[in-house]
């Protein structure tokens, strides 16, 4: 079956970076799109970005653009977020979820918690 | 951005009661081919969210039946037909017509 396994929660200084990763099994990842999602904790959800496994074609949400960078590594099916010049807003849980049928999200990692603090 | 507005923002429901959630959008998602990209999730108490109706109103894998979605143009309804203990947690409507991306601002459905 299909599954999204994300790395374990960061605790990471103010202005550092950070790389996030989403290991996937099930399904031919190289031939599918991901999508990074942000979720402040009590708040609701946004869109960080996308990108095709196929060509490493990346599409980002302008509020994320310089923030957000986008990769993946077809030779073991994970796809990677950084996180760069990191403020205590960008504290968050980060989901990945693979692109399915109609441009839905019906498979979802279990989210890895960001959390900066000096 | 296209701006998702969802009423009520709170629903305290008993175990079999039918309910429903509202979402109006800022603009049409009907987008030149004719599809409108509404999608609605749930997404229980520390767990990722769940896809539970797409394109408006196709059911989600393994999603139960009590579960519908309807509406267009702007104005779209989940409708939980007999509420069971399992359903709480927050619902999200997000669209994907317009980019970027965005949700709604979520309803939290509580058991009484």
């Known amino acids: 079956q299909v599954k999204l396994q994300q790395s374990g929660a960061e605790l990471v200084k103010p202005g550092a970076s950070v790389k996030l990763s989403c290991k996937t099994s099930?399904?031919?990842?190289?031939?599918?799109?991901m999508s990074w999602f942000k979720q402040i904790p009590g708040q609701s959800i946004e869109w960080i970005g996308m990108?095709?496994?196929?060509?490493?074609?990346?599409g980002y949400n302008q509020k994320f653009k310089g923030k957000a960078t986008l990769t993946v590594d077809t030779s073991s099916s994970t796809a990677y977020m950084d996180l760069s010049s990191l403020t205590t807003e960008d504290s968050a849980v980060y989901f990945c979820?693979?692109?399915?049928?109609?441009?839905?999200?019906?498979?979802w990692g279990q989210g890895t918690l960001v959390t900066v603090s000096s | 951005d296209v701006v998702l507005t969802q009423t009520p923002s709170t629903l305290s429901a008993t175990i079999g009661q039918s309910v429903s959630i509202s979402c109006r959008s800022s603009?049409?998602?009907?987008?030149?081919?004719?599809?409108?990209?509404l999608y609605w999730y749930l997404q229980r108490p520390g767990q990722s969210p769940q896809l539970l109706i797409y394109?408006?109103?196709n059911l989600g894998s393994g999603v139960p039946n009590r579960f519908s979605g309807s509406g267009s143009g702007t104005d779209f309804t989940l409708k939980i037909s007999g509420v069971e203990a399992e359903d709480l947690g927050v619902y999200y409507c997000?669209?994907?017509?317009?980019?970027?991306?965005?949700f709604g601002s979520g309803t939290k459905l509580e058991i009484k």
């Open positions: 997000m669209q994907a017509t317009h980019a970027p991306l965005t």
């Open positions: 979820a693979r692109v399915a049928i109609a441009a839905s999200f019906a498979y």
């Open positions: 603009q049409s998602l009907l987008d030149s081919a004719g599809n409108t990209y």
């Open positions: 099930g399904y031919t990842f190289s031939t599918s799109y």
């Open positions: 990108i095709y496994a196929g060509d490493g074609g990346t």
């Open positions: 394109l408006v109103s």
